[in-house]
C-alpha cells in the first residue's frame, strides 16, 4: 500500500489509448504504474482527501472507482450513455456525472454508488462547475450552446443560458459571481454572471479551447487550446489575454496546484504533462506520461 503523504501528492491521468490512468507525483515528477480502468476514459476526479479516484468512461458508459492506496478497481457503476465530465459536491458526497450521448447530468451517491435520477440538461453536456456552497452545479452543454444550472437539492434545471458555440471547459470564480466558458466553436472564453446569465465581452483565445483551470486566487485562467499547442493565459480582473504559454502537442486539459504554484497541462498528441511555474508562465518540465492522455485530475496536496 502506497503511503498516504505519496498519494496526497499524486496527479492521475486517463489515457483512452490503452484505457487505463496513471499516476503522476507532483513533487518528484515520477511516473507510477497504470490502472487498467473502463473502455475511452474521458474525465477523472480525485476525492477531497486523495483516497479515491472516479473515471467516467466514455466507451462502456461506467464509472471506474480505483482505491488510490491500493491502486485496485473498487467498484464499476452503470452510468447513462457517453459519461464525459465529473464533479464533486464540496462535501464528497455525490458525484454527478455528464451523460453526453443522454443529455443527462445523473447523481452517484459517493457512499453507496448507487446512481440517483438523472436530470435532462442541453444537448450534448461536457462541463460542470459547482456554485462554492454546493446547490448549484452548472453545466456547459456542448450541442446546445448553451449552460443549464441545476438546483442540487431538487434535482432540476433551475434555468438554462445561452452559453456561445459549442461550451466545453467551465469555471467558476472563488466568490461563485462569474462563470467562465471556453467555447471551442469560437474561440474564446466568455465570462457569465452566475445569477442572472448575462455574458460580458468574449475573451479570445487560441484555437479549439478546450478545458480551463482557475487558479485558487481567481487572478489566473489557463485555457488549453487544443488546435495550438498553447496554454491562454487570461488576466481575470482585466479581461485579457497575456502571452500565451507553449507546452506540446494538443493540449486537451490543464490543473493548477491547491496553492496556485504550478499548473500542469496534458498534450494528447505527445503523451507528456507539461509543468508550468504559475507566477512567471515558465515551462518548468515537460515529463512522459501515457499515450494519448486526453484528462488530469488535480493533486490533493500542493
Not at 490503452?18 to 503522476?24: G, K, L, M, R
Amino acid at each position: 500500500t502506497a503511503p498516504a503523504r505519496k498519494v496526497l501528492a499524486l496527479l492521475y491521468v486517463a489515457s483512452t489509448a490503452d484505457n487505463t490512468i496513471t499516476p503522476f507525483d507532483a513533487a518528484t515528477r515520477a511516473r507510477g504504474p497504470s490502472i487498467a480502468v473502463g473502455e475511452n476514459p474521458a474525465a477523472i476526479v480525485t476525492s477531497a482527501h486523495g483516497s479515491r479516484i472516479y473515471v467516467a468512461n466514455q466507451g462502456s458508459n461506467t464509472v471506474s472507482v480505483v482505491d488510490a492506496r491500493t491502486e485496485r478497481m473498487m467498484a464499476t457503476v452503470p452510468v447513462g450513455a457517453a459519461p464525459d465530465a465529473l464533479a464533486l459536491s464540496p462535501g464528497g458526497h455525490t458525484l454527478w456525472v455528464a451523460n453526453g450521448g443522454g443529455d443527462t447530468a445523473e447523481p452517484v451517491n459517493t457512499a453507496t454508488l448507487k446512481p440517483g435520477k438523472p436530470v435532462t440538461v442541453g444537448a450534448g453536456p461536457a462541463g460542470f462547475a459547482f456554485a462554492p456552497n454546493g446547490r448549484t452545479l452548472y453545466v456547459t452543454n456542448q450541442g446546445g450552446n448553451s449552460l443549464s444550472a441545476i438546483d442540487t437539492s431538487a434535482g432540476r434545471v433551475r434555468s438554462t443560458f445561452p452559453a456561445g458555440a459549442g461550451p466545453i471547459g467551465i469555471a467558476i470564480a472563488p466568490g461563485g459571481k462569474t462563470l467562465y466558458v471556453a467555447d471551442t466553436l469560437a474561440h474564446e472564453v466568455l465570462p457569465i454572471d452566475a445569477l442572472s446569465g448575462k455574458a460580458a465581452a468574449p475573451i479570445a483565445t487560441g484555437l479549439s479551447p478546450r478545458q480551463i483551470a482557475l487558479s485558487p486566487d481567481g487572478r489566473q485562467l489557463y485555457v488549453a487550446n487544443a488546435a495550438v499547442d498553447t496554454l491562454s493565459v487570461i488576466h481575470t480582473a482585466a479581461g485579457s489575454s497575456g502571452t500565451p504559454i507553449v507546452v506540446g502537442g494538443g493540449p486537451f486539459a490543464v490543473v493548477f496546484s491547491r496553492n496556485g504554484h504550478n499548473a500542469y497541462a496534458i498534450d494528447s498528441q505527445t503523451g507528456r504533462c507539461a509543468v508550468i511555474d504559475a507566477a512567471s508562465g515558465k515551462l518548468l518540465a515537460s515529463v512522459p506520461v501515457a499515450p494519448f492522455p486526453v484528462a488530469i485530475s488535480a493533486p490533493y496536496a500542493n
